[in-house]
C-alpha cells in the first residue's frame, strides 16, 4: 500500500483527520527541525521554533488551498515561525560556540585556508552561518538544507526569483569568506540564467 | 502542479566547488532528538484536538516544556558563573590555602560549569563570601549534583520563566493528597512563625500570570503550589516536576 502524498494528508487533516495530521507532521519533522537549526543556529532555540512552526502549521491548515507544495508552505510557515522565535527574544541567531568566543572570525577570516573536513566542524558552521545577515542565510538556507528550488523560496519569502538568486549567490559567497575559503573569483558568476 | 516561478534550469545550478562541500556539511544537521519530536507533534497535535473541541492540557504542558529547555541553558550558564565567582572569592580569601586545595576547588566549579548548572539556589552560592573555603567546596558538590539529577529529569522538570523567591519565614504546608484537593487552597498560605525561616528559590516554570501560592506537601512529596491565570492549581516537586494539575 502506497504511502499517502502530502496534499491527500492534508486534506484529511483538514477534514479532521488527526492521524494523517500526525503522519504529515512526522514526515516533515526531521527537515524543519534541521531548518530551524540552521536559521537559529542552536539546538534549544531550533527545538522551540520547531515545536512553533507545527503549531504554526496546525492553525495554518484550514488556509491551505493547494496553490503551492505543502512541503514549501511547511518550510514557509517553519521560517516565519522561526523568525518570530527569534524576534521575539531580539536578537540574531547566536551558534552557541561563538557565544563562548570558540567562533573567531579573525582566525578563520577570509584569504586563510582550511581543510575541507573543517567545514564539517560543526560549531565553525554554525558560527559562520549565523554571522550572515538574515536576507542572505535565511535563502541560503532553505536552498541548501530544505532543498526547495529558487521558484519555491521566492515564493516561500515573497520576494522577486531575481533577489532569490542574488541573494543566495552573496550568501554563498560570504559563507566561504566567513569560513576562510574564499571562492574562485570565476565561480562567482556561474549561478543559472 | 504548476508552478509559474519554475524554473528547471535552476535545478541544475552549478556550485561553486567548495559549496558543494558546504551545502553537504549545512544539511548535516543530523536526526531531530526524538524527545522534541515527540513533544512538538503532541503540542501540535493538541492545538489541533482543541480547534476540534477536544480538550486537552497539552498545549500548555508543551509551552512549558520548551521554556524549561530555554532557562536551563540560561540559569546553568548563570550558576556556572556564580559558582565560579564564588570559588574564585574564596581562593582570594584563602590565599593561605594549599595549591593542591585550590586546584581541587577549580576542578569542581569547572565540572559543574561544564555540566551547565541548572537550578541552583543563586542566593544560596551567594552565601559562601560569608563562609569558609570547605563548605565552597560542599556547595559546588552540592551543586554538580543538583545538576545530575537535572538531567536525569522528566522533560517538564527545570527552570521557569519567572523567578519568583520563596524567601522568609515558613509557610504552612497543607498536605494534598487528590487534584481537588489544590483547589481547596486559599490564593497566599499564611506564614507559620512557629516554624524555622526557609530561603527557598522557586525555579520552576510558570506562566505570566501564574501566581506561586506557597509550599505544600502533595502525596507525601514536598511541593509548591501555583494558581494558573484560569484559576487551576498546579503542584510541582521541588525538582519542578508537575505532581498534579487540576482545572477549576
Known amino acids: 500500500m502506497t504511502e499517502p502524498d502530502d496534499l491527500a494528508l492534508v486534506g484529511a487533516a483538514q477534514r479532521g483527520d488527526r492521524a494523517a495530521l500526525d503522519q504529515l507532521l512526522r514526515r516533515h519533522y526531521d527537515r524543519i527541525h534541521a531548518v530551524c537549526r540552521r536559521i537559529t543556529g542552536n539546538d534549544a532555540d531550533a527545538a522551540d521554533a520547531a515545536q512553533e512552526a507545527l503549531i504554526a502549521v496546525v492553525r495554518g491548515l484550514p488556509r491551505f488551498d493547494g496553490r503551492s507544495k505543502v512541503s514549501t508552505w511547511m518550510y514557509r510557515v517553519a521560517t516565519n515561525a522561526t523568525l518570530d522565535e527569534l524576534r521575539r527574544r531580539s536578537r540574531r541567531p547566536i551558534a552557541v560556540d561563538e557565544a563562548s568566543g570558540v567562533f573567531d572570525h579573525e582566525s578563520v577570516g577570509a584569504g586563510s585556508e582550511i581543510a575541507l573536513d573543517a567545514l564539517f566542524d560543526r560549531d565553525l558552521l554554525d558560527g559562520a552561518l549565523a554571522s550572515l545577515p538574515d536576507e542572505f542565510r535565511i535563502p541560503v538556507v532553505l536552498r541548501d538544507v530544505a532543498d526547495l528550488d529558487y521558484g519555491e523560496i521566492a515564493e516561500a519569502l515573497s520576494i522577486p526569483l531575481g533577489t532569490v538568486k542574488s541573494r543566495i549567490a552573496r550568501g554563498r559567497q560570504q559563507l566561504a569568506e566567513r569560513l576562510g575559503n574564499q571562492s574562485d573569483p570565476s565561480h562567482r558568476h556561474t549561478e543559472a540564467p | ?248
Open chain 2, 1 to 248: 502542479m504548476n508552478d509559474p516561478t519554475r524554473d528547471p534550469a535552476l535545478e541544475n545550478e552549478p556550485l561553486p566547488p567548495h559549496h558543494q562541500v558546504v551545502r553537504a556539511a549545512l544539511s548535516e544537521v543530523g536526526r531531530a532528538p526524538d524527545g522534541h519530536r515527540e513533544q512538538a507533534i503532541a503540542a501540535a497535535l493538541a492545538v489541533f484536538d482543541a480547534h476540534h473541541g477536544v480538550p486537552s492540557l497539552d498545549v500548555a504542558r508543551a509551552a512549558r516544556a520548551a521554556r524549561l529547555r530555554r532557562w536551563n541553558l540560561a540559569l546553568g550558564a548563570a550558576a556556572a558563573v556564580v559558582a565560579l565567582g564564588v570559588v574564585g572569592t574564596n581562593l582570594l580569601r584563602s590565599a593561605g590555602g594549599s595549591d593542591q586545595e585550590s586546584a581541587s576547588m577549580m576542578t569542581v566549579a569547572s565540572e559543574a560549569a561544564d555540566a551547565g548548572a541548572a537550578m541552583a539556589p543563586a542566593d544560596s552560592i551567594i552565601e559562601g563570601d560569608q563562609k569558609a573555603t570547605s563548605e565552597s567546596i560542599g556547595q559546588l558538590e552540592g551543586l554538580t549534583s543538583t545538576v545530575a539529577s537535572t538531567e536525569t529529569t522528566s522533560a517538564t522538570a527545570a527552570t521557569g520563566e519567572t523567578l519568583p523567591a520563596i524567601i522568609g519565614p515558613a509557610f504552612v504546608t497543607p498536605a494534598m493528597s487528590t487534584p481537588d484537593d489544590l483547589l481547596t487552597l486559599p490564593d497566599v498560605l499564611p506564614a507559620d512563625p512557629a516554624l524555622p525561616a526557609i530561603e527557598t528559590e522557586f525555579a520552576c516554570d510558570i506562566l505570566d500570570g501564574d501566581v506561586v501560592i506557597g509550599r505544600i506537601t502533595y502525596g507525601g512529596t514536598e511541593a509548591v503550589a501555583v494558581r494558573t491565570v484560569d484559576g487551576g492549581v498546579i503542584a510541582f516537586d521541588l525538582q519542578c516536576t508537575v505532581l498534579a494539575e487540576v482545572k477549576p
